[in-house]
């Protein structure tokens, strides 16, 4: 009798509990479990975001998942802030991912979701206009994080190391490599952009001093992607 028992309630617990050497059945009452707390995960993610970026992303062939399990990959990106970001500032991040997506079709969607992010924060952290960030990075490198001069320049914003690694050390960048990372590239191109227009009170002089050379065709060349971001997001101010 004591033997039925016991035959008996291993019955029971391998019903409630199901575990297989695969994994757990699909009709065990953990798996009911597991799979509701997926569909409340994704509620969470999905209602947390403005529909513009749930649209940019589906136009980018991404989801909302997507953008949380890049953060759980990369828990110091800027793609962070994202669901602590107001609806405006989620919408600009939306519209400036596509930008560059459509800039450089070649950029991987979820960079270009990390380049947008860096751009808004670190135009917000050191004061200079969102566009002008984004059209520099445009002209420097049509925002691939891989880019390289002959010069030595490198990443997104197209930063010289062996010019400003005393600057860039001091704020967080620790070796040159790093400089192809699309958020430490945008964030350092962002830096000094920030130092000459702060210093030299002219939008021109600093971006002469930032190209290091003759401004005319590349004030230019900025003027006209700064223009052109701001009429592809004419319905958001940047």
Excluded: C
């Excluded at 695969?22 to 479990?33: I, K, N, R, T």
């Excluded at 110091?76 to 997506?101: C, G, P």
């Excluded at 380049?115 to 490198?141: D, G, Q, R």
């Excluded at 704020?171 to 350092?188: F, M, R, T, V």
Aim: charged residues 25%.
């Amino acid at each position: 009798m004591e033997l039925v028992k016991a035959i008996l309630l291993v019955a029971i617990i391998a019903t409630s509990v199901n575990f297989t050497i695969g994994g757990v059945l699909e009709g065990s009452p953990l798996a009911v479990w597991e799979r509701a707390k997926e569909r409340t995960w994704r509620d969470q993610v999905v209602n947390s975001l403005d529909q513009t970026v749930v649209a940019s992303l589906k136009d980018m062939g991404l989801a909302p998942e997507d953008l949380y399990r890049l953060y759980v990959k990369k828990p110091d990106s800027k793609i962070r802030f994202l669901w602590s970001w107001d609806k405006e500032t989620q919408q600009k991040a939306a519209v400036l991912a596509l930008y560059i997506k459509k800039q450089n079709p070649k950029i991987d969607a979820l960079t270009a979701w990390r380049e947008a992010a860096a751009f808004l924060h670190y135009s917000s952290k050191y004061n200079i206009p969102l566009s002008l960030a984004v059209a520099v990075a445009n002209t420097e490198s049509h925002f691939d994080p891989k880019a390289k001069s002959n010069f030595g320049a490198m990443g997104v914003m197209q930063v010289a190391w062996h010019v400003h690694y005393n600057l860039l050390m001091a704020n967080g960048i620790k070796s040159q490599s790093e400089l192809y990372d699309p958020e430490k590239g945008i964030a350092a191109g962002s830096l000094l952009l920030s130092r000459y227009l702060k210093h030299y009170k002219s939008t021109k002089i600093a971006l002469k001093r930032y190209y290091g050379g003759p401004v005319g065709k590349y004030w230019a060349k900025v003027s006209r992607y700064k223009n052109k971001v701001e009429n592809f997001v004419s319905d958001i101010e940047l």
